[in-house]
């Protein structure tokens, strides 16, 4: 049966998988292929990017997030290697599963890097993940290095830039991937509004909200970006009262409208990121 269950994964028939794990509860989902280099299901999974299975298989309670076939590959390895992002972006979500784990002394980075896996690099950097670039001079290169030898310039770029300015490049990136506040725990922004011909600023504390919105002009605003009127300490700074809210999209509480008379006539918002 765990055979079936392999051949399943590898395939991405991802019905069969979930019926034969709910008619074996018992089954060895961490069964090894010896005529595949002992390579597991979840490895096979990710290497031929068959996310619904990985998915699937990230919420068995049984599943080895890290189990290495003969070649030194984890799961994250597999998929980093044969660049399926969308495997890679379950992973990271997972704090168990170890991005730092050597192949023969080259990480998963080291081969996204070699491999030129611009967007998978990019969603590392915005999942917040450690990144350990690795030191040049060692037997083996280091991230940079390795994309410098094999020619993958966007790479170099980015990783030195990573390198260099760490928290701005992790956030450029998260505004480039539209997910600026889906990883970002608080944020500060000041927020001017233009009503009657006045100016008027203030400094509201952004919390975190999984989604995102695109303003007129195109830029992505993730959703939740409000003003909370419901926190007391907040209140106090903003010099609001009441629980109502103002968002970015323009929609005006009855607080915020009563204290500036009327409605703005338009919003523009800078921010600073302290992560």
């Not at 990573?162 to 725990?185: I, M, N, Q, S, W």
Request: proline share 5%.
């Amino acid at each position: 049966m765990e055979e079936m269950f392999f051949k399943a994964a590898q395939t991405g028939r991802v019905e069969d998988v979930k019926e034969i794990l709910r008619k074996n509860p018992k089954l060895n989902v961490n069964w090894k292929n010896l005529r595949m280099w002992s390579t597991a299901a979840l490895s096979i999974a990710c290497e031929n990017g068959h996310d619904s299975i990985v998915s699937i298989l990230l919420a068995h309670p049984d599943i080895d997030l890290n189990l290495q076939n003969d070649e030194g590959w984890t799961p994250f390895n597999s998929a980093c290697i044969n660049g399926f992002t969308s495997c890679v972006r379950l992973l990271l979500k997972d704090s168990r599963v170890k991005v730092d784990e050597p192949d023969d002394g080259y990480t998963p980075l080291m081969w996204a890097a070699h491999k030129g896996r611009l967007r998978i690099i990019k969603w590392w950097i915005a999942s917040g993940r450690e990144m350990d670039l690795g030191e040049p001079g060692n037997d083996k290169p280091d991230a940079i290095g390795a994309a410098k030898d094999a020619g993958k310039t966007e790479v170099v770029t980015l990783l030195e830039r990573f390198k260099e300015k760490p928290v701005e490049t992790r956030h450029a990136v998260r505004l480039e991937l539209g997910v600026a506040d889906e990883v970002a725990a608080e944020m500060f922004a000041l927020v001017v509004f233009v009503s009657d011909g006045l100016l008027q600023a203030t400094q509201v504390l952004l919390h975190r909200q999984p989604t995102t919105t695109r303003a007129s002009n195109g830029a992505v605003l993730p959703s939740g970006w409000l003003m909370q009127g419901d926190n007391p300490w907040q209140r106090q700074r903003n010099g609001f009262h009441g629980t109502g809210k103002e968002d970015l999209n323009g929609r005006t509480s009855p607080e915020l409208t009563n204290r500036m008379g009327s409605r703005p006539s338009s919003l523009f918002m800078t921010y600073v990121s302290f992560l």
